[in-house]
């Protein structure tokens, strides 16, 4: 190591100088010893690398100042949450991986009030004794669907295993070769199937199962028969497959139970908020399903949860299952879903007060107006650099709704000038999604493309645009 570096690195203050300077004191008051002392620590080993790469020569700045700023920034990004909220500009509303539904007002003051202290969460306070914490919400879910009773568990994937596993254990379940559906990587049909113990028998061709596929299947290990929503794909062409109605039929002449996992289910026909028909859960019980799984964070537009409404009898079996313990859902989940299924007694102002339906209703003309108001800024914003364009765009649900349909959505399409517009595309992107609250797109056609359906907040998105780094 060369002289100079060695003086330099000798000439470091020590830890406990640091600890003394004005400005690092004050880090003290604020965050303690423990986690500045580390800081100045790592800070300094950091200093010391950097003297013996460059071997002196450059000189690195390692006044007072700039390692105090250097801690502060170390500490600053140490503590910013790691859960933090992005503007979803994909045209996919239910994104499952920024997080599906936006929660209404109303269940964020319910999760708030519940997560501050104690609750009637398996309370029941009139009698002055143990509750249960399915009461909360079961008498709501059953006005909602005209189901005898239900239980909500952790998501809908728990759902399917707690069923499969609580009626099927160690027995056979038939399931329609065009529903052996895999969802978002880790739900696979036969795969939960497998970890619930119970013995998939597959049924008919990949596209066409008939009633008789079926009733071939039966047999004195049968549990139960189960149709699965075939969610994110759609079959098509020389189709076929057996409605709920006569596997309903089918199932009850066996004297066996029909469990339908909905997926996405609605507890409202879709179609008066202009979208179009999902089957709801009511319907699902009434075409003769005795149980019925679906999620809280698809199109019910309430927090991640899954919740089996269906035969009084069958969800006793259920609650009984120790996995249920396992599955169960916390206090805040009962809150949030609480408030929003509350907001589905007045359907007629479900699309302003349940975010998710707002979105997906959002009419055309009102997004593309959006993004009529931010088309000058951005375009001043990137300059020279890109061309910014409103143009018409399709809007997906997401979380496995309605795949096939698109709602009609505009966006603000911005398209590199460069030679090389794949590579300064993604750059664009990555500056975007750099700023303090990331703004993610998607990229179509050498353009990084912003369907504007989901941007609540135009102030917010416009007002961090010159934070914005183009290289
Ligand atoms: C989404 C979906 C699931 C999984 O639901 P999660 O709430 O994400 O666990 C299961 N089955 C179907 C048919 C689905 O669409």
Known sequence: MPQSVRSLQAALPSVDRILGLPDVR????????????????????????????????????????????????????????????????????????????????????????????ASNLEYDVKAGKRGDRDSHLEDWIRRLTGAEAATVVNNNAAAVLLLLNSLALRKEVPVSRGELIEIGGAFRIPDIMARAGAKLVEV???????????????????????????????????????????????????????AVDLGSGTLVDLRPYGLPHEPTVAETLQAGADLVTFSGDKLLGGPQAGIIAGRADLIARIKRNPMKRALRVDKMTIAALGAVLQLYATPEKLAERLPALRLLSRAEADIRAAAERLLPAVTERVG??????????????????????????????????????????????????????????RIADNALVFDLRCLDDEPAFAAQLDRLQLG
């Open 26 to 117: 004050r880090l003290i008051d604020r965050h303690g010893r423990t986690l500045v002392t580390e800081t100045a620590r790592t800070v300094l080993a950091a200093l010391r690398a950097d003297l013996g790469t460059t071997g002196g020569g450059a000189s690195p700045d390692i006044g007072d100042d700039t390692i105090a700023a250097n801690m502060e920034a170390q500490i600053a990004a140490l503590l910013t949450p790691p859960l933090a909220p992005v503007f979803n500009l994909t045209g996919t509303v239910l994104h499952t991986n920024l997080g599906r539904a936006p929660l209404p007002e109303e269940a964020l003051e319910a999760m708030a009030a519940v997560a501050r202290g």
């Open 204 to 258: 008919g061709t990949t596209n066409r199962t008939h009633p008789h596929d079926f009733q071939n299947a039966l047999g004195p290990r049968t549990a139960l028969l189960m149709k699965v929503h075939t969610s994110n794909y759609e079959v098509q062409g020389f189709t076929a497959a057996v409605a709920e109605r006569d596997l309903a039929a089918l199932a009850h002449d066996a004297e066996l139970p029909l």
């Open 384 to 441: 020279e650099r890109a061309t910014v364009a409103v143009i018409a765009c399709q809007s997906q649900i997401g979380s496995g709704a309605l795949p096939v349909d698109a709602l009609p959505s505009a966006a603000l399409a911005i398209r590199p000038t460069t030679k090389k517009a794949g590579a300064a595309v993604k750059r664009l992107a990555a500056a975007f999604r750099a700023l303090p609250v990331p703004v993610i797109g």
